[in-house]
T-cell receptor
Framework: DVKVTQSSRYLVKRTGEKVFLECVQDMDHENMFWYRQDPGLGLRLIYFSYDVKMKEKGDIPEGYSVSREKKERFSLILESASTNQTSMYLC????????????FGNGTRLTVT | GNSVTQMEGPVTLSEEAFLTINCTYTATGYPSLFWYVQYPGEGLQLLLKATKADDKGSNKGFEATYRKETTSFHLEKGSVQVSDSAVYFCAPTLYNTDKLIFGTGTRLQVFP
């Protein structure tokens, strides 16, 4: 089974801090994604990557950046955390085909105070 | 543009009741269609999928049929259990990409 591991389950940070959310997958998937999940808004795509060292903006990239130095690891970076970035963050991976499903991690609940 | 609409929840049912969660989408071309489920405290898991018109996806007693003419992919189960209580997401892929767009999710609560 594919395993997608997010490094932290819960995280509390202060406004203005730089925050790193780490995600690792163990199935050699090409594609990796970062979503945030908020009540009433469903899942919104922040950034995604189809290959090492490449990245593309999703629907809500403002205030975020990403890094993909190795195929298995995709990091989400909040350069200067703000309270409106308090959310559940979900990482996912998939093979290249559009019919391939996403495999999700268990999520990181980030609170910015 | 591409979008997906799910029925709003929560859907509250008694055990063994019939379940339908509606999902309709607008998309260019012929997307693959997915239903995901999120149990409390967990990430999303694939429930079922269909990749072309008239395909029926099924898993754990749930079914959904790819209806191209009505651009719908409604989720059904004949007899729900308490353990089916979760949030369900409908998700078509965007045309010629590996990106999925997600509905807002429908919370299902099943009582004994």
């Amino acid at each position: 089974d594919v395993k997608v591991t997010q490094s932290s389950r819960y995280l509390v940070k202060r406004t203005g801090e730089k925050v790193f959310l780490e995600c690792v997958q163990d199935m050699d998937h090409e594609n990796m994604f970062w979503y945030r999940q908020d009540p009433g808004l469903g899942l919104r795509l922040i950034y995604f990557s189809y290959d090492v060292k490449m990245k593309e903006k999703g629907d809500i990239p403002e205030g975020y950046s990403v890094s993909r130095e190795k195929k298995e690891r995709f990091s989400l970076i909040l350069e200067s955390a703000s309270t409106n970035q308090t959310s559940m963050y979900l990482c996912a991976s998939s093979l290249t085909k559009s019919s391939s499903p996403l495999h999700f991690g268990n999520g990181t609940r980030l609170t910015v105070t | 543009g591409n979008s997906v609409t799910q029925m709003e929840g929560p859907v509250t049912l008694s055990e063994e009741a019939f379940l339908t969660i509606n999902c309709t989408y607008t998309a260019t071309g012929y997307p693959s269609l997915f239903w995901y489920v999120q149990y409390p405290g967990e990430g999303l898991q694939l429930l079922l999928k269909a990749t072309k018109a008239d395909d029926k996806g099924s898993n754990k007693g749930f079914e959904a049929t790819y209806r191209k003419e009505t651009t719908s992919f409604h989720l059904e189960k004949g007899s729900v259990q308490v353990s089916d209580s979760a949030v369900y997401f409908c998700a078509p892929t965007l045309y010629n990409t590996d990106k999925l767009i997600f509905g807002t999710g429908t919370r299902l609560q099943v009582f004994p």
